[in-house]
């Protein structure tokens, strides 16, 4: 520690206002969506019943929060199996010393400026039935896709899109991890022919292991919260309740009824208690701190 | 006889050896350019799309590419929504940087009773994402009346875990002379903290920026529940409304409204993108 300058008051000052922040924004609204998930209460608040655990007992009775949580487990380890292994490959790959290879660590990613919207869009021009590339390259191996229509192609669908979108934010920081591997360690694992698969699983990977964590915890995140925008603005949880996952399921009972607040607040703690959950095994599993973002 | 066969195998893997310089680099760069086509053929297929007023789908650019474009801007309203977002993105991430270089100049220069609480306190923004508290947040802010506001769609966003911890991290690594120099030379907390920590702390400035710019710049349900009218909405609920204009979806248009707001984000990772990349390093050395 550098303690160097004397003011007593100061520091505290300085600290003031990301903490006040941080209790009106984040600690208070939290403790409101506890009170407010044992009320039946409607948006106007005219209607402020106390009901106590009921609204927790209705959701796990609820066959459309069953199916919403199926859902999103399918949906969640899809996009997070998926966009590790491919972001880890296309990073080792770009990582390799050999001449000329900085230009693929530019070029794999730039998919990190991009929104979950947009790429919904994009991904629905792919996959359009009458002008996307995707469809017919389907078609011409007999499969037949059609996401506004079929429940598990349009779960293929968004886990494609959203698996593309992330690819450049998980490479980024796989990059960013494997610069400080040292480059012989690497080559041997690249080149080194039939030793180069253990290699890469004995000496790259553990050395890999905080980068692994953190983002494994950000893309679970990511996958549950963050792809909002690629559901509302492409599948809006159809054909169906084949794409409800639950963080649309929230929002349609938060915002698009006026009497399920309660409901709604229920649905947020339950949310809390999962990202809890798996951010706390995942710290269990590949231990160590990892401390960026 | 074995002193052949030993020599054979020598020359083997001299050849193997030979094979493998010469022709591994070229297969690599085949695999790569490969991939790299793969993951931006998405795009290629969008940016062709938004030039073709007729026969949409061939993979030949068309001539629409003004009126596509116009339309887009003029249908969305992209003056109003670039200028709004630009707004939000700007105000988060410098209000971010400001905020989180305060809190950790304070907890690494000062002597702070209770630092490691309020660090804590800071971090639990991490698992408190705004789904697990949206419907008290949007209340609180029906309270304080900044509903379909700029305040409203900036201040609930300023605390930063992150920057707190990169900057904090970073301070860490700072030699310890610079402060006592600085002292000796008489300069007070403020003048060490803008003529010296600040200037050093650029890599890591640009990075938090980068982050977070484009982290507000895609924000999408926080701007469809809290910004309702033209003045301060946001990009991504812009190209929502073009992709629910009509019936039948105007592939021409909708593309090129989407190649428009990528424009912004793609120019700040490009300009930035190398201080992110040592920023992430860096801050990922002691582990």
């Given at each position: 520690?550098?303690?160097?300058?004397?003011?007593?008051i100061?520091?505290?000052?300085?600290l003031a206002?990301?903490v006040i922040?941080?209790?009106?924004?984040?600690?208070?609204?939290?403790a409101?969506?506890?009170?407010?998930?044992?009320y039946r209460?409607?948006?106007?608040?005219?209607?402020?019943v106390?009901?106590g655990?009921?609204n927790?007992?209705?959701?796990?009775h609820?066959?459309?929060?069953?199916?919403?949580?199926?859902v999103?487990?399918k949906f969640?380890v899809?996009?997070?199996v998926?966009?590790?292994?491919?972001?880890l490959?296309?990073?080792?790959?770009?990582?390799l010393p050999?001449?000329?290879?900085?230009?693929y660590?530019?070029?794999?990613?730039?998919?990190y400026a991009?929104?979950p919207?947009?790429?919904g869009?994009?991904w629905?021009?792919?996959t359009?039935p009458?002008?996307?590339?995707?469809?017919?390259?389907?078609k011409?191996?007999g499969?037949?896709?059609?996401?506004?229509?079929?429940?598990?192609?349009?779960l293929i669908f968004l886990?494609?899109?959203?698996?593309?979108?992330i690819?450049g934010?998980?490479?980024?920081?796989?990059?960013a991890?494997l610069?400080?591997?040292?480059?012989d360690?690497?080559?041997?694992?690249?080149?080194?022919?039939?030793?180069?698969w253990?290699?890469?699983?004995?000496?790259?990977?553990?050395?890999?292991?905080?980068?692994l964590l953190?983002?494994?915890i950000?893309?679970?995140?990511?996958?549950?919260?963050?792809?909002?925008?690629?559901?509302?603005?492409t599948?809006?949880?159809?054909?169906?309740?084949?794409?409800?996952?639950l963080?649309?399921?929230?929002y349609?009972d938060?915002?698009?009824?006026?009497?399920?607040?309660?409901?709604?607040s229920a649905?947020?703690?339950?949310l809390?208690?999962?990202?809890?959950?798996l951010t706390f095994?995942?710290?269990?599993?590949?231990?160590r701190r990892?401390f960026?973002? | 006889?074995?002193?052949?066969?030993?020599s054979?195998?020598?020359?083997?893997?001299?050849?193997?050896?030979r094979?493998?310089?010469?022709?591994?680099p070229?297969?690599?760069?085949?695999v790569m350019?490969?991939?790299v086509?793969?993951?931006?053929?998405?795009?290629?297929y969008?940016?062709?799309?938004s030039?073709q007023?007729?026969?949409?789908?061939?993979?030949r650019?068309?001539?629409?590419?003004?009126?596509?474009?116009?339309?887009a801007?003029?249908?969305?309203?992209m003056d109003?929504?670039?200028?709004?977002?630009?707004?939000?993105?700007?105000?988060v991430?410098?209000?971010?940087?400001v905020?989180?270089i305060m809190?950790?100049y304070?907890?690494?220069y000062f002597?702070?009773r209770g630092?490691m609480?309020?660090?804590?306190?800071?971090m639990?923004t991490h698992?408190?994402p705004?789904p697990v508290r949206?419907?008290?947040?949007?209340?609180?802010?029906?309270?304080?009346?900044?509903?379909?506001?700029?305040?409203g769609l900036?201040?609930?966003?300023?605390?930063?875990?992150t920057?707190?911890?990169?900057?904090?991290?970073?301070?860490?690594?700072?030699?310890?002379?610079?402060?006592d120099?600085?002292r000796?030379d008489g300069?007070?907390?403020?003048r060490?903290?803008v003529?010296?920590?600040i200037?050093?702390?650029?890599?890591?400035i640009?990075?938090?920026?980068?982050?977070?710019?484009i982290?507000?710049?895609?924000?999408?349900?926080?701007?469809?529940?809290v910004?309702?009218?033209?003045?301060?909405?946001?990009?991504q609920?812009?190209?929502?409304q073009?992709?629910?204009t009509?019936?039948?979806?105007?592939?021409?248009?909708?593309?090129?409204?989407?190649?428009?707001v990528?424009?912004p984000?793609?120019?700040?990772?490009?300009?930035l993108?190398?201080?992110?990349m040592?920023?992430?390093?860096?801050?990922g050395e002691?582990f």
């Amino acid at each position: 520690m550098n303690t160097v300058f004397p003011n007593r008051i100061l520091p505290y000052l300085l600290l003031a206002p990301s903490v006040i922040l941080v209790l009106v924004f984040f600690i208070y609204p939290a403790a409101q969506s506890v009170e407010l998930s044992l009320y039946r209460v409607n948006r106007v608040r005219d209607v402020q019943v106390y009901v106590g655990l009921e609204n927790f007992e209705r959701l796990f009775h609820s066959d459309s929060y069953i199916n919403s949580l199926t859902v999103s487990a399918k949906f969640t380890v899809a996009v997070v199996v998926a966009a590790l292994t491919i972001s880890l490959a296309l990073a080792v790959g770009a990582s390799l010393p050999i001449r000329g290879f900085g230009v693929y660590r530019t070029l794999l990613i730039w998919t990190y400026a991009l929104s979950p919207a947009i790429a919904g869009v994009i991904w629905a021009l792919l996959t359009d039935p009458a002008i996307g590339v995707l469809t017919d390259l389907l078609k011409a191996i007999g499969v037949n896709f059609n996401w506004r229509q079929s429940p598990d192609d349009a779960l293929i669908f968004l886990v494609m899109a959203a698996t593309w979108k992330i690819l450049g934010y998980d490479i980024l920081f796989f990059l960013a991890g494997l610069k400080n591997i040292p480059h012989d360690v690497l080559e041997a694992a690249a080149l080194d022919g039939a030793n180069s698969w253990t290699r890469f699983w004995r000496m790259v990977l553990p050395l890999l292991r905080p980068t692994l964590l953190f983002l494994l915890i950000m893309n679970t995140l990511y996958a549950s919260f963050e792809t909002f925008g690629l559901i509302d603005i492409t599948t809006q949880g159809g054909p169906g309740r084949a794409t409800n996952l639950l963080i649309y399921e929230l929002y349609q009972d938060g915002f698009k009824s006026s009497s399920r607040i309660g409901l709604a607040s229920a649905q947020s703690l339950v949310l809390l208690a999962i990202v809890a959950t798996l951010t706390f095994i995942q710290y269990r599993f590949i231990s160590r701190r990892t401390f960026y973002q | 006889m074995s002193a052949i066969s030993a020599s054979t195998t020598e020359t083997a893997i001299i050849y193997e050896g030979r094979w493998r310089r010469r022709f591994y680099p070229i297969i690599m760069h085949g695999v790569m350019l490969t991939a790299v086509f793969l993951v931006t053929f998405p795009l290629i297929y969008t940016l062709i799309l938004s030039t073709q007023g007729t026969a949409l789908g061939s993979l030949r650019p068309g001539t629409a590419i003004v009126e596509n474009y116009s339309d887009a801007w003029n249908r969305a309203q992209m003056d109003m929504l670039i200028r709004n977002t630009l707004i939000v993105a700007l105000a988060v991430a410098l209000g971010k940087i400001v905020l989180s270089i305060m809190g950790a100049y304070a907890l690494i220069y000062f002597r702070v009773r209770g630092g490691m609480i309020l660090l804590a306190v800071v971090m639990l923004t991490h698992l408190l994402p705004l789904p697990v508290r949206i419907v008290p947040t949007y209340d609180l802010l029906t309270d304080l009346g900044w509903v379909d506001t700029f305040k409203g769609l900036t201040i609930p966003f300023f605390a930063s875990a992150t920057g707190l911890l990169l900057f904090q991290q970073f301070f860490r690594t700072v030699p310890t002379d610079l402060a006592d120099a600085a002292r000796v030379d008489g300069a007070g907390p403020f003048r060490f903290l803008v003529s010296i920590l600040i200037p050093v702390s650029r890599t890591n400035i640009g990075a938090l920026f980068l982050i977070e710019f484009i982290y507000m710049w895609n924000q999408y349900l926080w701007p469809l529940i809290v910004a309702n009218s033209a003045r301060t909405r946001q990009v991504q609920i812009g190209i929502k409304q073009l992709v629910a204009t009509d019936a039948v979806i105007e592939w021409g248009i909708l593309t090129a409204g989407a190649i428009t707001v990528i424009i912004p984000p793609l120019i700040v990772l490009l300009v930035l993108q190398r201080s992110l990349m040592s920023g992430l390093s860096a801050s990922g050395e002691d582990f």
